[in-house]
C-alpha cells in the first residue's frame, strides 16, 4: 500500500498541511488512536510508543518491508531498517541508527526491531545463522545486567549502548562490536522507592535452583536483601524465573562456558550480599572512631564466595592504607567511611563485571580485522530523564542526549542548509534550535561543566560538593542555559523548587535540576586500593581479573581518569564514529506518562515534539532536497541509464549528469544543480532511479552472464571439439591399426600359406609321400603308351575286318572299346569319302534295303553282296520296252519281270514292271502293252512275305482309279531291290515312308471282297523260289514256298 493512499492522517509530514505544532500533535494523535505509531519526516521514522502489541511486525512484515521502497509501504521500522541495510549493501555506505527519546519511549524496543530485521533479511547460512543468533542473543543478556525497572519505564536502560554489525561484501553479518557507556552503577546500592535494582538480581532469586541458590548463599526471599531495598518488587508482566532461563540460556548461545556463567552468578551474588553486610561503631584505643563488621556470618560467606580470607575482606572494608612515596600509613574507616567503602565496593564489582560481560560477548562476535567490512551501527542510550532528584547519572545521561540531539541538529538542519548554501542552490534559512550552547556549558574543555568537576575533585585541599557548585556560580553566573540559587539571587528571582545545593541547567529537552551531592563522589569513582588489592589476591578467577590494578606490580600512584571524562571522551569517539557514518534517524516519543496503551498526552507530546525539533525538521525537509550526491558519484552510479554516458563518459562530470538527467526527462523541479553534487527533490524520484538502475542492472548482467555463458559455452565445445578429434584420431588411429594389423597378420598368414603351398608345389617331388603319385603316374603313362602304341601295330587292315585287339590291362576295357568305335567310324569315313557318287548311291540303296529287311526278311542276307542292278529286262536294249516308259515319261528306276498273281484262282502270269520316280507300270510279258499304271501316291501301303519267296502285296489307296480293280499281289526275284527301290522313290517324290510289313498273312483287296494271304512251308524240296498258290475258299488263298 502506497504512502499516501487509505493511509490515516498523513503519513509523511512533510505534506502536512497546514504545518503548525497543533496540526503536527493532531496527525500524530489520529494515527496513534488507529495504531499507527510510526510516522515519517522525510526519511526520520517517528516513533510513538504503544504499550501494548501491535501485530505489525514479524517475518511475514519483514518479508513485505523487504521487497518494496521506503515510501511504498505504510511507515515502519522495517522500511528505515530495509533502506539502510540496502544502502549498506549495494551503495557501500557505512551506517548508523540513532534512535533517540526520553526514558521509556522505545529506544531498546525500536533498536531491538532493527536488529531482528537486519537478521531476518540478510543471506542466510550455517556461520551467518550463528552470528546472528549470537548478536541477537546479546540483548537478554545486557538487558538483564543493564536494565532496572524505574518509575518511567519497566525495562530502562541502565547504561547506553552502541552495537556495530559488521558486514561482508554480500551483506551477511560477520559479527560486531558492542560498545558500552556508563553503567548507572549508584543503582546497585541504592534506588528510589518504586524503582528496582537490575534485573538479574532478582531473576537469579527467582529462578535459580535451590542447589544454585545454596551454592551461592543465597536466600530466594528479596526481601532478604538490603540492596534490594527489603522488598523485592516484581513488575507486572515480567516473569523473573522464566527470564533467568533466556539470560543462562542466551549465555550459552553467545559462548559463555558453563563456570563463566557460574562464576557471573558467584559476582552477582557477592554484590548482593556485600549490602547485607552491617557495619558498626567501633572505637579505638586512641579514642579515633573505627568501625567493624557487625555479622561475621555475612562476610564469611561472601569471602568463601570470593574465595579469600574473611579478615582480608574484613580489613580492607574497615580499614584504609595511605601510601605515599616514602611511607604506608594504615588508618581505620569509621562506620560511614566504611558503609561508603562497602558500596563503592559492590558498585566496583558490579560494573566491572559488566564491563567484563560486553567484553566477553565481544570476544566471541569479533570479526578478524583482516576481512573488509561494512558496518551498521545501532545507537541505543538511556533516554533523557528528568527525575525528582537528579545526580551526576542523570547529569551524564542527559548530556549524552544532548549530543545525540546536536548530532540530529548538524546533520539534519544546519549541515543540511549549508550545504544548499555553499552548493548555490537557492535557499531561505530557516531558523532552529542549535544546541551546541549546552553541549559547550558541559563539555568544553576548560569551562565546561565536566571540566570543572575534574578540577576540583584534582584539587588539593578542602573539596566537597558545594565548592565545585560554587565554582560553577562563579563560572556560570551568565549563562543563558545555567541557573543556581545564586545566579538567580543575582537577578532577583525567587524559585523555592531549585535547592541550595543544586544547579539547574536547560537542556534542549527541558530543565532539569541537579544536586551537586555526591558529583565529586561519583566522578571520582574511587575504590580504596586496600579493596582492589583484597580482591585481586582473590582466587576466584573472575573476580581476581575485574581488579587488575590491585596487582601490587601494577601499583601506580596515577590517578585513573575520571568518570566524567572517561564518559566524555568515550561520547566524542562515539560521536566521531556517528559522523562518519550515514546517519538513520528513528525518534521516540512517549504518548503518556503512565506507561498505558491508547492514551495519547498531547501536552507531553507537545513538549517531546518541541525539543526534538520536529517543526523545524519538517520544514527543512519540505524546502529541501531529499537526496544529493557529488556529480562523478552520481555519474558512476547512474551513468548505465543513458547511451551517451554508458559505458564511458569522457567530458566533465556534471556535463555528464546533465545530459543523463535530460535523457531520463525528470522535471527541472525534480533536480538541482550544485556546484559540486546534483541534488534531488523527492525520494521518488531517486526510487524511480535506482528501480531503472537495477532494471538495467539487470539487463547488464544479463548480458555480461550472456557473453561468459556464450563464452564458456565455446571454450568448453571447442575443447570438447578439440578433445572429440583427439579421441576419435586416436580411436581411429588405434582402429586402423588394429586393421592393418589383422590385414598384416592376414596377408602374412595368406603369404606363408602361398609361400608355403609354392614351395612344397616346387618341392612336393621331393617329397616321399609325391614318389608313390609320380611313379603311379608314370607308370599309368607308360601303360597307356604302350597300350596305345601296341594298338597301332595291331589295327585291323580292312574295313570289314572287325577284329581287334583286346585291352593288354582291364583298366582300358572301355577306352579300347571307344577308340575301337572311334577308329572304325574314322575307316568307314575315309572309305566312305573314298566312294564315288554312284557307289555311294548304290550303298545307300543297300543300306536302306539291310533298314527295312535285315533280320526280318529271309532272303535278304543273299541279296546283300549283289549287287542292285536295277535293269533286269535289258531295258536300254529293248526299244519296245523303252516304249513302256514314255507314257510315264520320267527316267527307270528298275525294270524287272514279276508274276502277278490273278485273284480268282491262283495262277500267276508273268508282266514287265517299270518303276520309274513317280509310277508303277505293269506291262503284259512281251512289253507290248502297258497294263496298268499305278501312281506313287495311290500306294498306300506294302505287304511282304519273310520268306525266301519273292511274293509282295502292292495295297493301293481306295479312292485311286486303279484301286477299284483291287490290290496287287505280285512276285519278284529282285523283291528286296525292288522294294528298296519302291520305299526310296515313295520318299523322294512324296517325302513319305512308305509302310513295308514284313508279315505271313496279310488281307488283299480284289475288287469288293477282301482276301487273306497265307504263306505256309511248300512241302517240296525246291532250290527255286517257286511259289504256288492256291485259292481256299473264297476270300482265302494260300501261297505256299521255300
Ligand atoms: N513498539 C512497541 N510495541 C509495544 N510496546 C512497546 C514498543 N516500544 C516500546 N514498548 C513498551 O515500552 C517499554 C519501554 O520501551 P523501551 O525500553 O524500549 O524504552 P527506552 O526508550 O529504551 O527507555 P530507556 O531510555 O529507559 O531505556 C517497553 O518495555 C515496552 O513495554
Ligand atoms: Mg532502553
Redesign the pocket.
Known sequence: MSLLEGSVGVGDMVLLEPLNEESLLKNLHKRFQHKE?YTYIGNVVI?V??????PIFGPEFIDKYKEYNFYELKPHIYALANEAYQSLRDLDRDQCIIIS??????????SK?VMSYVAAVCEKGEEVNSVKEQLLQSNPVLEAFG?AK?T??????RFGKYMDIEFDFKGSPLGGVITNYLLEKSRVVKHIKGERNFHIFYQLLAGADAQLLRALRLERDGSCYFYLNHEASRVDGMDDAANFRVVKDAMNIIGFSTEEIQQILEVTAMVLKLGNVELGDEFQANGVAGSSICDEKVVKEISDLMRLQPEVLERALCSRTMETKKEKVVTTLNKIQACYARDALAKNIYSRLFSWIVNRINENIKVSDSAKKKVMGVL?I??FEILEDNSFEQFVINYCNEKLQQVFIELTLREEQEEYMKEGIPWDKIEYFDNSIICNLIEHNQQGILAMLDEECLRPGMVSDSTFLAKLNQMFSKHNYYESRVTQNAQHQHDPSLGLSCFRIQHYAGKVTYNVNGFLDKNNDLLFRDLSQALWSSKHPLLQTLFPEGDPKQVSLKRPPTAGTQFKNSIATLMKNLYAKNPNYIR?IKPNEH?RQGLFSSELVGTQVRYLGLLENIRVRRAGYAYRQVYSAFLDRYRMLSQSTWPHWHGQARDGVEKLLEELNLGPEEVAFGRTKIFIRSPKTLFYLEDKRRLRIHQLVTLVQKMYRGWRCRTNYQLMRKSQILISAWFRGNAQKKRYGKIKASTLLIQSFVRGWKIRKEYRKYFRSGAALLLSNFIYRRMVQKFLLGLRTNLPSKITDHSWPPPPYKVFTRANLELKKIFHHCRCKKFWDQLSPQKKEVLKEKLCASELFKDKKDSYPQSVPVPFRGDYVMFREKPKLQKLQRDANEPVLMADTVNKVNRANGKMAPRILLLTKSHVILADAQGSKVKTVIGLENVAKVSVSSRQNGLFGLHLTEISSVGSRGDFLLVSEHVIELLTKLYQATLDKMKRQLPITVTEEFTVKFKEDDVTVKVIQSQKEDVTNKVTCKKKGHNHLEVSSQ
Open positions: 505509531i516513533s510508543n504503544p504499550y501494548q502489541q501491535l527519546g526520553e526514558s521509556g519511549s522505545g529506544k531498546t524496543e525500536a526491531l536494565n524505574t518511567r519505564n519497566n525495562n530502562s536502560s541505543d538511556y533516554g521516540c506507561q
